[in-house]
């Protein structure tokens, strides 16, 4: 079962960057699919960016495109999330996810993903 651990959030002011990770509990993206969600107060979950089971697309929500870039490093066992052109509407916990490659199911959907961290809070100050 591979764990998930989120770090790197923070307060920021608008139009300022931060960058997530996520460090996995061991070789993980040979049997999981990773994906960034976040949810903000009095909000559903919502799909951010992820990758395809191979490793070779990635899928981001419409609201980030061109903004956020996920991305991996294979020796480190981490994915990351580069956030540019902050916006106080990215204020959310964000979370990272974890899905088995041979599972169906949508790269979008939370319930997709059975493997999740505990969060990081980006807070985007006006």
């Known amino acids: 079962q591979v764990q998930l651990e989120e770090s790197g959030g923070g307060l920021v002011q608008a139009g300022g960057s931060l960058r997530l990770s996520c460090a996995t509990s061991g070789p993980t993206f040979s049997t999981y699919t990773l994906g960034w969600f976040r949810q903000a107060p009095g909000k559903e979950r919502e799909f951010v960016a992820a990758f395809s089971g191979s490793g070779a697309t990635t899928y981001y929500a419409d609201f980030v495109k061109g903004r956020f870039t996920i991305s991996r490093d294979n020796a480190k066992n981490t994915v990351y999330l580069q956030m540019n052109s902050l916006k106080p509407e990215d204020t959310a916990v964000y979370y990272c996810?974890?899905?088995?490659?041979?599972?169906?199911?949508?790269?979008?959907?939370?319930?997709?993903?059975?493997?999740w961290g505990q969060g990081t809070q980006v807070t985007v100050s006006s």
């Open positions: 996810a974890a899905r088995l490659k041979y599972l169906g199911g949508s790269y979008y959907s939370g319930v997709s993903y059975a493997y």
